[in-house]
């Protein structure tokens, strides 16, 4: 469904939930995993399942944990080689410990 329409430059490899998935160079992780066939990438106690939709950073849809760090927009993200990355899950208000 999604492709690349320019010649990639290096390759390098992210992790999706411990999955290995092959990125390029300067590509932007919402890309990434869209090319890869994920497309949920946070569920919220309300909100439900979502993921990237906008690609510019105004919706929000897209946020992923990035290695320590929750609720980071994928769309704004450029990858990196070794970058660990979780689906979010948003947990505020529920009283869980992990609440984002």
């Known amino acids: 469904m999604f492709r690349r329409l ?3 430059l290096s390759e390098i490899t ?3 939930e411990d999955r290995p ?3 390029y160079q300067g590509e932007l992780v919402a890309s990434v995993l869209l090319r890869h066939g994920i497309s949920i990438t946070h569920h919220g106690p309300t909100t439900g399942s979502r993921g990237p939709y906008c690609m510019m950073g105004v919706c ?3 946020l992923v944990d990035v290695d320590n760090r929750k609720a980071i ?3 704004q ?3 990196k080689d070794g970058l660990r990355l979780n689906r979010h899950l ?3 208000g529920t009283g869980h410990p992990n609440d984002a």
């Open 6 to 8: 320019d010649t990639p």
């Open 14 to 16: 992210i992790f999706w």
């Open 21 to 23: 998935l092959t990125a």
């Open 60 to 62: 929000f849809d897209c």
């Open 73 to 75: 927009q994928s769309c």
């Open 77 to 79: 993200l450029v990858a």
């Open 90 to 92: 948003n947990l505020a």
